[in-house]
Structures are given as structure tokens and as C-alpha cells.
């Protein structure tokens, strides 16, 4: 009679939460105090297939572990910054790293206020820069998960 769905099963409501709360991620990292007033933060969404290419260069560094939490993951958000490494000026350079803190702060913070587990994973980042997923020459990378259990709380060493 609607001709519209009336049933959204969990398994769809949490894809279409996670990658929504994803976005606003974005944009808190894109809104996060910066420093010296200078935005240069960028920032990626990967799912699907990417990420399964992530999580397969993330094998060949030899994070293996780390891979595995990433492919359990729905998505993973990358926020990366231009730190101007060529500068023989320290200021800059540290300022940017602080604006990349802030940002993922920022983020981190909008996943949790939305119930969705993260984990700030380095190795993440060191393989979508090899893989150019992120612009900036730091990349740090943030996997996302919607389960009945935090996959990022119990971690195997």
C-alpha cells in the first residue's frame, strides 16, 4: 500500500550509521582549532573493496593483527596533514602535527558520542599513505566498528 519499505533490518541501520557517523568525522576533523589558523588537513573515507586492499598491503608491512581488526571493521576514516617535513623551521612542523592531534581528537570523539568503536591505528595510516589513499605526509588511520563487542578492546599481541 506505501510502496515504500516499512522494515530496516540492523544489519542495513548499522552500515547507514556507521558510515553517516564516518562523514561526521570528516567534518569535525575539517572544523577542529588548527594552530596557526592554516587548514591542512585532509581526510578519506574507505570501505569495500579499498579496504580490503588496505588490509592486504597492512599484511605485507606484516601488521597482521592490526589488518585483521581492519577487515572486521565496516569502514575506516584516514586523516592525514601536510607538515611541511622539507622546513628547517621546528615551529611549523610541530604545529602541524598538533593540528593532526586535535583532529583526531575531534573525530574520535564524534564516533564515541555516537556509540561507534574506533581505535586510532598508525599502521593504518603508514599503509594508505603507500597506497595514496590520504593525502598529507602524516596519515593516521581510524577503523570503525558497529558489533556487540568492541573487536578493538581485546587484542591479541
Known sequence: MWGVKTIINSTAAEEDALLYVA???????R???KTRGEDSIHTSIVIGEDKEKLAVT???????RDAGNLRASGAVVLI??????????WW?????????????????KVASDNNVDNRIMRSVGLAASKMCLCKGDDVEGIPLSV?????YFDRKT
Do not use: C, H
Not at 562523514?23 to 576533523?29: D, F, I, T, Y
Open 31 to 33: 572544523t577542529a582549532p
Open 23 to 29: 562523514k561526521l568525522m570528516v567534518a569535525a576533523a
Open 147 to 151: 558489533k556487540g563487542k568492541n573487536i
Open 58 to 64: 597492512m599484511d605485507e608491512l606484516g601488521r597482521d
Open 92 to 108: 611549523p612542523y610541530s604545529a602541524k602535527l598538533i593540528d593532526l592531534g586535535i583532529a583526531l581528537g575531534s573525530a574520535v
Open 80 to 89: 592525514g596533514v601536510d607538515t611541511g617535513k622539507a622546513s628547517e623551521e
